[in-house]
């Protein structure tokens, strides 16, 4: 199940995509969503993430490379499979740990099993990696103390 604070991210997220006519929904606009979801912030932020520096990469990247909806064209914006699988990865995670709830912080872990994303890309380049951030949801473990 999902923590009604990554609803409102989704949904967000989902909305911003549609009023800027993207014809898909990308990991990057779940990566950029959860700039503004509370429990991948602090996680974000406990891994040393410039913020704005995040936000500007993944933001330029999405307005040059997301191909966008004609005017005419009454199709919604769809979720790529990338999109996809980091949902499944996150919630099936949850499950597997025995927990009850999916939140932004479980999303963000499951972004890196998308390798070959700019979302994963532009975390690296933050130096970012996926065991910072288990560490930091596991142990408490922050990169900046």
Do not use: W
């Not at 005419?72 to 949902?87: E, I, S």
Request: charged share 25%; glycine share 4%.
């Amino acid at each position: 199940m999902l923590s009604k604070e990554l609803e409102v991210t989704l949904n967000v997220a989902f909305q911003s995509a549609r009023q800027k006519r993207h014809e898909f929904m990308t990991v990057e606009h779940l990566l950029l969503a959860l700039l503004d979801n509370a429990s991948a912030i602090q996680v974000l932020r406990a891994c040393g993430v410039n913020m704005g520096e995040l936000k500007k990469d993944l933001t330029n990247f999405l307005e040059e490379s997301t191909p966008k909806l004609s005017k005419k064209d009454d199709r919604d914006t769809q979720p790529t499979l990338g999109f996809q699988r980091v949902l499944q990865r996150a919630v099936f995670h949850v499950q597997s740990s025995g927990k009850k709830e999916v939140t932004g912080a479980n999303v963000l872990v499951a972004i890196f099993g998308e390798r070959e994303s700019q979302a994963v890309y532009f975390l690296d380049k933050q130096n970012v990696a996926r065991l910072d951030v288990v560490n930091y949801i596991s142990h408490g473990i922050s990169k900046i103390e």
